[in-house]
């Protein structure tokens, strides 16, 4: 017959383990959020500083996307303050919020009407190379459509200083073509209209053959890029002499993929 004395050991145990985990959740530190933000022209690297917390969510304040890294770094296409946002979960189980303002710069874009908004497209020079390929401005885009073997480019003339480096970067986006190509080109000589274009080779590129272009992107050409002379290199560019350089961006191929391929937000600034 089961008495009560012997159900004592089962009882002192639970028991303990319930004393045993409220003693341990009753050690568990407070958790404190912040972070510090550390500008570079549009670029920014977040420190975070919280404390005994997980599960972080990065609002930065754009609309895009929010980040879950715990020491996130952050590119805006435009200059301006910008109210960032950090919640976080702490292992007490309570919910953190923190907000700051950032402001960020742009640095002189030796580019001009980059952005290719309607008072931009002046700035450009369309170069029709052969049939097949369009290009057009719309919505703040350049946009090239359609293919058949036949390629266009849009290009401008710039200054630079020999021996500076640059970074150059242009976003680019398209949902994935065939057999096709985007370059950019540095070159000493002027595009002349219906002809080809190769002058200083090709820097920055997209290119199906080599691996990249085929399925959907949407990004930076300097960090996309899969072909050209710079690739790899986070942008980096240098010019062996100073003056005129025309820049110029041409694409082409068999199939631009549905809606084309789109050119916005293009840069070139000396980098310290």
């Not at 960090?223 to 290199?233: M, S, V, Y």
């Given at each position: 017959m089961k008495t009560l004395y012997s159900k004592l050991p089962i009882l002192v145990m639970l028991a303990m383990v319930i004393l045993s985990g409220c003693e341990k959740d009753d050690k568990i530190p407070p958790s404190t959020i912040g972070f510090t933000a550390t500008a570079t022209n549009l670029s920014v690297d977040f420190t975070n500083e919280s404390t005994n917390t997980r599960y972080f969510s990065w609002d930065f304040g754009d609309g895009s996307d929010p980040s879950t890294?715990?020491?996130p770094s952050h590119f805006y296409e435009?200059?301006?303050t910008y109210t960032v946002t950090l919640t976080a979960t702490g292992r007490d189980g309570k919910v953190n919020t923190q907000a700051a303002q950032v402001t960020v710069t742009a640095p002189e874009n030796f580019?001009?009407?980059g952005k290719m908004e309607a008072a931009d497209i002046?700035?450009?020079t369309v170069l029709k190379i052969s049939d097949g390929v369009d290009i057009t401005?719309?919505?703040g885009k350049a946009i090239a459509r359609g293919g058949n073997w036949g390629h266009a480019a849009i290009y401008q003339a710039i200054?630079?200083?020999a021996n500076q480096k640059y970074t150059f970067s242009a976003l680019v986006a398209g949902s994935g073509a065939t057999e096709t190509w985007l370059e950019t080109y540095f070159g000493a000589l002027p595009p002349v209209q219906n002809s080809d274009y190769s002058s200083g080779g090709n820097q920055f590129g997209l290119s199906t053959w080599d691996g990249c272009g085929s399925t959907p992107f949407n990004g930076n050409l300097a960090?996309?890029?899969?072909?050209?002379?710079?690739?790899?290199?986070d942008g980096e560019i240098t010019f062996s002499q100073s003056?005129?350089?025309y820049l110029l961006i041409k694409t082409g191929g068999n199939n631009l993929g549905a809606g084309g391929i789109s050119i916005d937000n293009i840069s070139l600034v000396k980098k310290d």
């Open positions: 890294d715990i020491n435009d200059e301006g580019v001009k009407g002046s700035n450009w401005f719309e919505n200054q630079v200083e960090t996309l890029a899969c072909a050209g002379a710079q690739k790899g290199k003056g005129t350089v």
